[in-house]
T-cell receptor
C-alpha cells in the first residue's frame, strides 16, 4: 500500500515554543491530507483538512491560529503547534489518499508531542 | 458523530477466527464500510472496505448483510500481533472525504 511518513516521531519542547510536524506522501501525490490528534485511551479526533495550494479547513473547536497548517506541495503538509502548552501534549497523526475511484486513506506513523 | 456502533472490547483465542461486529443502520446507498485498526502508539492501518458484496483480502474478510445495516470483520486466524483497536467507518470514499472515528473495538488476542 501507499506510504505516508511523519517527522519527527517524537518531540519534546518547552512551554511557549512552537513545534513543526511534517507529513509526507512518499509514493503518491496527495491534494488533500488530514490531521488528527489523539489523547491517551481516546479515539482519533479530526483537527483539519489540508488542501494543497489553499487554506486548511478546521474542525469546530480547533484554533486555526494555534495549529497552523501549510500544504505547499502535493507530497508535503506541515502542522505547526504555536506557543505550545502542556495541554497540547498528544499524539498527532496525518493521513492522505492516493489514486482514483474509491479511496482508502493511508495514515502516517504519528508524532508524539510532549510539552514540558 | 460516528455513524457506527461497535462493542467496546472483545477477546479471542490465538489461532481462532476473530469476528468483529459493526452496526451502521443509517448507512446511505453511496456509502462504503471501511475497517481500520490501530496498534498501540501507531497510526491506523487500512484493512478492507466494501459496498454491498462480501470482500476478502490477505488480511481479512468483510461480510455485509443484505440490508447493509451491519457488517462483520473476520480475521481468520488471529495472532498476538492482531491485538489492536479496530474501527468500523462508514464513508462515501471520495479522496477528500474525511474520516470520523468512533471509539472502535479493542480486540485482545489471548495466548
Amino acid at each position: 500500500g501507499a506510504v505516508v511518513s511523519q517527522h519527527p516521531s517524537r518531540v519534546i519542547c518547552k512551554s511557549g515554543t512552537s513545534v513543526k510536524i511534517e507529513c509526507r506522501s512518499l509514493d503518491f501525490q496527495a491534494t488533500t491530507m488530514f490531521w488528527y490528534r489523539q489523547f491517551p485511551k481516546q479515539s482519533l479526533m479530526l483537527m483539519a483538512t489540508s488542501n494543497e495550494g489553499s487554506k486548511a479547513t478546521y474542525e469546530q473547536g480547533v484554533e486555526k491560529d494555534k495549529f497552523l497548517i501549510n500544504h505547499a506541495s502535493l507530497t508535503l503538509s506541515t502542522l505547526t503547534v504555536t506557543s505550545a502548552h502542556p495541554e497540547d501534549s498528544s499524539f498527532y497523526i496525518c493521513s492522505a489518499s492516493p489514486g482514483t475511484g474509491v479511496y482508502e486513506q493511508y495514515f502516517g506513523p504519528g508524532t508524539r508531542l510532549t510539552v514540558t | 458523530d460516528a455513524k457506527t456502533t461497535q462493542p467496546p472490547s472483545m477477546d479471542c483465542a490465538e489461532g481462532r477466527a476473530a469476528n468483529l461486529p459493526c452496526n451502521h443502520s443509517t448507512i446511505s446507498g453511496n456509502e462504503y464500510v471501511y475497517w481500520y485498526r490501530q496498534i498501540h502508539s501507531q497510526g491506523p492501518q487500512y484493512i478492507i472496505h466494501g459496498l454491498k458484496n462480501n470482500e476478502t483480502n490477505e488480511m481479512a474478510s468483510l461480510i455485509i448483510t443484505e440490508d447493509r445495516k451491519s457488517s462483520t470483520l473476520i480475521l481468520p486466524h488471529a495472532t498476538l500481533r492482531d491485538t489492536a483497536v479496530y474501527y468500523c467507518i462508514v464513508r462515501v470514499g471520495n479522496r477528500d472525504d474525511k474520516i470520523i472515528f468512533g471509539k472502535g473495538t479493542r480486540l485482545h488476542i489471548l495466548p
